[in-house]
């Protein structure tokens, strides 16, 4: 094992730990943090293969955060970052889950794809026309954030990045496969907590069209190296700022054309 991958499976085992012990994450030891981007992510793929060995179940698929203006404000970042999701955090349509589960649990409104087609490394540069066919299905998704950090503003981008960029799930709406016939840009987002509206948003908030950050990422993915799979579904972004849940809280998160997905918070 070189030294890089060794500091890369410290890092990933202190986040592991923290994960499934519920602890707050704080700044990791400087021997083993992540130096950049890139780095974060090399850090992040090791983390997966740990929590997927612990039980968490393979990578299904991934997230986007930072790809809308309402939420590079809210998390004073200003580039969009990637994360993976996990088999076992999946939920289909509706969930109920244990708020304690979680250190401070929240719920995100986004669009989400399902890829029909490979999207590899070798087919950048990418951009929206040349993802869109790869795009076999368009859902509605809740994305279940996790403030997993003693105090995220003090923690740098590649250590977030290489814990997954908060994410600690999803909810994912029905399958529709004739997205063709929607305009996305012009979808209306919105989240609904208990049973009153709490934010809306526009499908054109994602850097101008959700495709575009579905490109971001297979670019991202291909200078490292690595691909997006068919059966992958992405989370493109929330359209709505974070909303934090309480014990006991129900959550439906709505997209336009795309349906509801809906989320349990129990005590």
């Not at 094992?1 to 202190?14: K, L, N, P, Y």
């Not at 289909?92 to 590899?120: K, N, P, S």
């Not at 291909?222 to 974070?242: H, K, M, Q």
């Amino acid at each position: 094992m070189d030294a890089h991958t060794d500091r890369h499976r410290r890092a990933a085992e202190i986040l592991r730990d923290a994960r499934l012990a519920r602890t707050p994450i704080d700044q990791l030891p400087e021997i083993c943090r992540p130096r950049d981007e890139p780095d974060g992510y090399a850090v992040q793929e090791a983390l997966h293969a740990l929590l997927s060995v612990a039980g968490l179940g393979s990578i299904v698929g991934h997230k986007i955060g930072c790809t809308t203006p309402v939420m590079q404000a809210y998390l004073g970042i200003q580039n969009p970052c990637a994360g993976g999701v996990h088999a076992a955090t999946v939920y289909r349509r509706a969930a109920r889950v244990r708020h304690g589960a979680y250190l401070r649990v929240g719920v995100e409104c986004e669009i989400a794809v399902r890829l029909g087609r490979d999207l590899g490394p070798m087919g950048a540069p990418f951009d929206q026309a040349r993802v869109a066919p790869a795009v076999e299905a368009v859902l509605a998704a809740m994305e279940i954030v996790d403030d997993r950090y003693r105090d995220y503003r003090t923690l740098d981008v590649p250590t977030l990045i290489a814990d997954d960029f908060f994410n600690a799930g999803c909810v994912l709406g029905t399958p529709v496969t004739r997205w063709r016939d929607l305009d996305l840009p012009a979808l209306t987002g919105v989240t609904r907590l208990n049973g009153v509206e709490v934010g809306r948003g526009e499908g054109r908030a994602v850097m101008g069209h959700p495709f575009e950050a579905l490109a971001w990422l297979a670019n991202l993915r291909a200078r490292l190296g690595l691909g997006l799979r068919v059966g992958d579904f992405i989370l493109l972004g929330s359209v709505v700022e974070t909303r934090w849940v309480s014990p006991g809280d129900e959550v439906a998160v709505a997209i336009e054309g795309l349906g509801e997905v809906t989320a349990t918070f129990a005590r």
